[in-house]
């Protein structure tokens, strides 16, 4: 399998070079199923993203890049990607997690072999994410997944110290979420079934209008380039 391993570096608030910065990585377009393969590739791509950039203490992997519900899964992953970057380092995911029999569509931030956060996607891409319930018993979703909405009372604001605060927002969520003033956000994107598609570009064209409405900035990790 051909690894393109893409690397976007930024500073964050401006501060002086090599300090504080984001290492955005964009993933193969393919990549394998298998828990332990999987596992494998990630422990790789932060590896290699931390070897490429010693002084970068936070990694931004895309939407669904860890699709596994069980929380020993994440929890194994955590314990195991903590080892291959500095120990004050966060790492951002996509994930897929359950709860109460519901399923959610998430992103998940990792520090110190740890889940610290955990945030549900509340706004879901109708036959693509959900099926809406009349049609429910009728119709099977395009990735044969059905998720629940995530709550929107979920914690506003993942604290990285003491690199800064930072917003998560999910896909098309980027269309309909507000943006907090003077704010980071980490758009998580799943554009792998829309790589030939105009969705992705309109969508990130219209989150750099919101954050230039907002002055904010938007970190992106997707699937293509």
């Not at 596994?68 to 194994?76: G, I, M, R, W």
Request: aromatic share 20%.
């Amino acid at each position: 399998m051909k690894k393109s391993f893409i690397f976007t570096i930024s500073n964050l608030n401006n501060k002086k070079q090599n300090e504080n910065l984001y290492v955005v990585i964009a993933m193969p377009q393919e990549i394998p199923k298998d828990f332990y393969a999987k596992s494998l590739l990630l422990y790789e791509l932060i590896s290699n993203a931390q070897y490429q950039y010693p002084h970068a203490r936070v990694f931004i992997l895309p939407e669904s890049v860890f699709p596994f519900y069980e929380k020993d899964k994440h929890d194994f992953l955590a314990k195991r990607l903590s080892n291959y970057c500095h120990h004050n380092s966060y790492i951002l995911f996509g994930a897929y997690s359950s709860s109460d029999n519901m399923r959610f569509n998430s992103c998940m931030c990792i520090y110190q072999g740890k889940v610290i956060y955990q945030y549900n996607k509340q706004f879901l891409v109708p036959f693509f994410e959900y099926i809406p319930s009349m049609l429910g018993d009728m119709l099977f979703s395009i990735n044969g997944v059905d998720f629940s909405f995530g709550s929107n009372n979920q914690e506003e604001l993942w604290n990285l110290s003491p690199y800064g605060s930072v917003k998560p927002m999910m896909c098309a969520e980027l269309f309909w979420l507000n943006i907090p003033m003077h704010s980071v956000v980490v758009g998580f994107i799943n554009d792998r079934y829309f790589r030939y598609a105009y969705f992705p570009k309109i969508m990130r064209l219209y989150g750099d209008y919101k954050a230039s409405v907002y002055k904010s900035k938007i970190y992106y990790s997707s699937y293509v380039e």
